[in-house]
């Protein structure tokens, strides 16, 4: 089956530091993958599209100068948490979909980051 | 986007039947119906997913409302591994798979 790589699975950081985390479609391309953000006990929350080749978009309320978002090729996004801050400690999700028009999402492990 | 409603949380044994019950209300004629699960500290799995017709795979069955107001995630015989939040989404019939996660069912399995 479809499989979405996610890349640390866990990172430690300082305040004011930056953290990248990657996202990669391990055997189908995907042009399109989605970042959530999750906070303990709470549901999953969409912060941006990210689409191959172009600006990704942002929901309502996420700083897209914070959370800076990369697709560079159709098995590759990554996030780039800036200048990160204990608030900005959450669990970051990745997904992408395989094809168009309803598909299954197909969901990477997640990536816990801690800002100390 | 069309919201869901499910129970906060629920409670089975293992090894017998689980309907997960989701409220749809205000779902339109091209949203599709879709049921994902997370485990603790995981990214969330895809379980079924479905128009209009019940649809059934390894995993579990979707059972659909004929009005489409409402639909059931049917696990047929509950393991201690199915214990997992379990989010009803509806999706946009179109090009996007943007899903938006309400706050889902919290299954607890005893043995």
């Known amino acids: 089956g479809a499989v979405v790589s996610q890349h640390p699975s866990w990172v430690i950081c300082k305040s004011g530091t930056s953290v990248k985390i990657e996202c990669r479609s391990l055997?189908?391309?995907?042009?399109?993958m989605f970042w959530y953000r999750q906070f303990p006990k709470q549901s999953l929350m969409l912060m941006a599209t990210s689409n191959e080749g172009s600006k990704a978009t942002y929901e309502q309320g996420v700083e897209k100068d914070k959370f800076l978002i990369n697709h560079a090729s159709l098995t590759l996004s990554t996030l780039t948490v800036t200048s990160a801050h204990p608030e900005d400690s959450s669990f970051y999700i990745c997904s992408a979909m395989s094809f168009s028009g309803n598909s299954p999402l197909h969901f990477g492990n997640g990536t816990r980051l801690t800002v100390t | 986007d069309a919201k869901t409603t499910q129970p906060n949380s629920m409670e089975s044994n293992e090894e017998e039947p689980v309907h997960l019950p989701c409220n749809h209300s205000?779902?339109?004629?091209?949203?599709?119906i879709h049921w994902y699960r997370q485990l603790p500290s995981q990214g969330p799995e895809y379980v079924i997913h479905?128009?209009?017709s019940n649809v059934n795979n390894r995993m579990a069955s979707l059972a659909i409302a004929e009005d489409r107001k409402s639909s059931t995630l049917i696990l047929h015989r509950a393991t201690l591994r199915d214990a997992a939040v379990y989010y009803c989404i509806l999706n946009y019939g179109g090009a996007t798979n943007k899903l938006i996660f309400g706050t889902g069912t919290l299954l607890a399995v005893q043995p």
């Open positions: 055997d189908f391309q995907a042009t399109t």
């Open positions: 205000t779902i339109s004629g091209t949203d599709y």
């Open positions: 479905g128009l209009t």
